[in-house]
C-alpha cells in the first residue's frame, strides 16, 4: 500500500472516531388558552413516542448527528382534534435540497433547534445571518401553518 493510501486510510478513521456535535431539539407550547399539544417525533433509528405538552411546557430530547450527516428528526403535531402538522424539526446538511438548501446547522444558535408552537402555526427560532457569533440575534419565523384533519 502507497503512503497516499495510508493517509486517506487515517483521516477517515480520525474522522470516524471524532464525536459529531450534539444536538438539542426544543419544542415549546405557547398555545393559548392551556391546550395541551400532542407530538409524536421519530427519526431513522429512533421513535420518541407520543408526547402530551401542556401550555408553556416543553419537550426535548438530544442526539448526535451521524457520520454520514444523513441524520433526520420529523414530529407529527396536533393542537386539537381539527389541526394537524408534520415537519422536520432536525436535518442535517445532506437533507437541505429538500428544504430549499436551508442547512438548519448553519442557523441554529448553540446547536439547538427551537421551535415554537403557536395557534397560528409553528414557528423555528434562528440567528440573522452575518450577526457575530458571541451576540446571537434571533428570528422568529413561520415555518408551517396548522392543516385541518381529514
Known amino acids: 500500500m502507497g503512503?497516499?493510501?495510508?493517509?486517506?486510510?487515517?483521516?477517515?478513521?480520525?474522522?470516524?472516531?471524532?464525536?459529531?456535535?450534539?444536538?438539542?431539539?426544543?419544542?415549546?407550547?405557547?398555545?393559548s388558552h392551556k391546550k395541551v399539544l400532542f407530538?409524536?417525533?421519530?427519526?431513522?433509528?429512533?421513535?420518541?413516542?407520543p408526547q402530551y405538552i401542556k401550555t408553556r411546557d416543553e419537550f426535548k430530547f438530544s442526539f448526535r448527528v451521524n457520520f454520514f450527516r444523513t441524520t433526520l428528526f420529523w414530529c407529527n403535531m396536533s393542537k386539537d382534534k381539527k389541526s394537524h402538522?408534520?415537519?422536520?424539526?432536525?436535518?442535517?446538511?445532506?437533507?437541505?435540497?429538500?428544504?430549499?438548501?436551508?442547512?438548519?446547522?448553519?442557523?441554529?444558535?448553540?446547536e439547538e433547534a427551537?421551535?415554537?408552537?403557536?395557534?397560528?402555526?409553528?414557528?423555528?427560532?434562528?440567528?440573522?445571518?452575518?450577526?457575530p457569533e458571541d451576540e446571537p440575534y434571533v428570528i422568529e419565523t413561520l415555518f408551517r401553518r396548522w392543516e385541518p384533519k381529514r
Open 3 to 31: 503512503s497516499l493510501h495510508i493517509k486517506a486510510i487515517f483521516l477517515l478513521l480520525a474522522i470516524a472516531i471524532t464525536p459529531s456535535t450534539a444536538w438539542t431539539v426544543r419544542i415549546l407550547n405557547r398555545l
Open 39 to 49: 407530538a409524536h417525533c421519530r427519526s431513522g433509528d429512533d421513535d420518541l413516542g
Open 85 to 110: 402538522a408534520s415537519l422536520d424539526v432536525f436535518w442535517s446538511f445532506s437533507n437541505a435540497g429538500k428544504h430549499g438548501g436551508f442547512d438548519l446547522s448553519t442557523w441554529a444558535v448553540n
Open 114 to 131: 427551537l421551535w415554537i408552537v403557536r395557534d397560528d402555526g409553528i414557528y423555528l427560532w434562528m440567528k440573522a445571518p452575518g450577526w
